[in-house]
Nanobody, 123 residues
Framework: QVQLVESGGGSVQAGGSLRLSCASFGYSIGWYCMAWFRQAPGKEREGVATIASDGTTTYAESVKGRFTVTRDNPKNTLYLQMNSLKPEDGAMYYC?????????????????WGQGTQVTVSS
């Protein structure tokens, strides 16, 4: 069974940085799009960043210039470097994989999901 496991979440002061990781077990990620989503309590799940099989990236406007998504295909691992964190960035962060090389920001397009890692940003 395919499993995605996130790590790296925690509590940080505004302006600080965190790096999230997502490891894939039982599935090779090289040909597929992967993405990060986040969801705060009472809010809808929103796309944060995507990275296609060729390395092409997209970002939500709210994080553009502050977050960087990368992938290490031989390690089957996805990363999200988050800099200049703001309180509004606080949420549960999920990684996801869709079985296609091109990316989407719609959660409905992703087949596999991790269980999430919590990010809290203090003022």
């Amino acid at each position: 069974q395919v499993q995605l496991v996130e790590s790296g979440g925690g509590s940080v002061q505004a302006g600080g940085s965190l790096r999230l990781s997502c490891a894939s077990f039982g599935y090779s990620i090289g040909w597929y799009c992967m993405a990060w989503f986040r969801q705060a309590p009472g809010k809808e799940r929103e796309g944060v960043a995507t990275i296609a099989s060729d390395g092409t990236t997209t970002y939500a406007e709210s994080v553009k210039g502050r977050f960087t998504v990368t992938r290490d295909n031989p390690k089957n691992t996805l990363y999200l470097q988050m800099n200049s964190l703001k309180p509004e960035d606080g949420a549960m962060y999920y990684c996801a994989l869709r079985t296609g090389s091109w990316c989407s920001v719609s959660p409905q397009m992703y087949k596999y999901w991790g269980q999430g890692t919590q990010v809290t940003v203090s003022s």
